[in-house]
């Protein structure tokens, strides 16, 4: 097993700045990539970021893409999501995830989640 621990979450207002960390620990040999997810009440969990923890690929959302950056340090087993020009749409229960498979923006190829770390924009 995986087990991922988030962190870095809070309340922000728009057009500040955030950045997660999501620590990895256990059978981290198994992944092969790394993402950030988010969902708020009501709606799906839905994709924001990944990238492939050998190769450093990286994947993003059309929301994420220009605002947000996602890393990674491998000797840490640590991934971050840093989140610039917030929006008030971007509050959410953001979560990190890892696949052993090669579909990193489909949320269903993704075998061990974080508990959610919670992010609040305001206006």
């Known amino acids: 097993q995986v087990q991922l621990v988030e962190s870095g979450g809070g309340l922000v207002q728009a057009g500040g700045s955030l950045r997660l960390s999501c620590a990895a620990s256990?059978?981290?040999?198994?992944?092969?990539?790394m993402g950030w997810f988010r969902q708020v009440p009501g709606k799906e969990r839905e994709f924001v970021a990944a990238?492939?923890?050998?190769?450093?690929?990286?994947y993003y959302a059309d929301s994420a893409k220009e605002r947000f950056t996602i890393s990674r340090d491998n000797a840490k087993n640590t991934v971050y999501l840093q989140m610039n020009s917030l929006k008030p749409e971007d509050t959410a229960v953001y979560y990190c995830?890892?696949?052993?498979?090669?579909?990193?923006?489909?949320?269903?190829?993704?075998?061990?989640w974080g508990q959610g770390t919670q992010v609040t924009v305001s206006s």
């Open positions: 990238i492939s923890w050998s190769a450093g690929s990286t």
């Open positions: 256990g059978r981290t040999f198994s992944i092969w990539a």
């Open positions: 995830a890892t696949t052993q498979y090669r579909y990193p923006t489909v949320k269903q190829e993704y075998d061990y």
